[in-house]
């Protein structure tokens, strides 16, 4: 992977910052944040999972809709990078999935099969907590990360955290342990309004998932509320046309 610029760099650490604010949309970060981590490193995709109130991992976010299934499929078997990445605190850097079978004899296959090549996993975490994880998926052959490229992707998920965790610190553990399952039930109402539309408008599933993201930014509506008036009213469907 060519190294991105410090100017690049710079416009999506900023393009974070601005996303912290007081209307804070979770599902709208993390989703901003797999776009942005995707764009940065060339990946064919990345995707996002976060610790519930019981410590286990949740698919909170992805880039496509490939990764989605995928990363369901990886909590489903409980093994792979990100679980990897999750226990350990530490980076799955550079690894060859058509020679991980002996490593992840489940996901490693799936992975293959499903087109990607190469996976590299970083913990999102601040000193010694671990909150969720951060999946970056390669499809073609030579995607290692370098030196130099490491550090920049565990900044990205760092900063995911730390938001997070500032968000407990302001609003106290209580209601950030709410906000998550909140995400989590919002989730589920996303995936079916992204159906709906991809239906209604005879489009893939990632096409239907832009056109709702597109509407909500351009009418400064929520994600989650957006997607709740679709699944509700059918007539919304026409605005997303």
């Known amino acids: 992977m060519t190294t991105v610029s410090a100017e690049r760099l710079a416009t999506i650490f900023v393009e974070v910052a601005d996303t912290l604010v007081d209307e804070f949309d979770l ?6 944040l797999t776009d942005r981590t995707a764009d940065l490193v060339g990946a064919a995709a990345v995707g996002l999972v976060l610790a519930d109130k019981d ?4 698919f909170m976010a992805g880039s496509n809709e490939n990764v989605k299934l995928l990363e369901l499929f990886q909590l489903q078997t409980r093994e792979g990078p990100c679980l990897e990445a999750f226990r350990t605190g530490q980076p799955v850097i550079n690894v060859n999935l058509g020679e991980a ?6 996901f490693a296959p799936r992975a293959t099969a499903t087109g990607f090549q190469s996976v590299h996993a970083f ?4 000193r010694s907590q671990t909150i969720g994880a951060l999946n970056v998926f390669g499809d073609t052959e030579g995607g290692d990360f370098d030196g130099a490229d490491v ?7 760092d900063i ?8 407990r610190a302001i609003h106290r553990s209580e209601v950030l342990t709410e906000q998550l399952q909140g995400a989590l039930n919002s989730r589920i109402v996303i995936e079916q309004a992204k159906g709906a539309v ?11 998932f832009t056109r709702i993201r597109t509407y909500a930014r351009g009418n400064n509506k929520k994600l989650t509320d957006v997607a709740h008036a679709i699944v509700v009213d ?8």
């Open 27 to 32: 599902l709208e970060f993390l989703h901003m």
């Open 55 to 58: 410590g286990r991992l949740e």
């Open 101 to 106: 079978a002996p490593r992840w004899p489940r």
């Open 123 to 126: 913990p999102m975490r601040l």
């Open 151 to 157: 550090p920049i992707v565990q900044s990205l998920a």
């Open 160 to 167: 995911a955290a730390i938001a997070l965790l500032q968000e």
């Open 198 to 208: 991809a239906q209604a408008h005879q489009i893939s599933v990632d096409e239907a």
């Open 234 to 241: 059918q007539s919304a469907l026409l605005n997303l046309s």
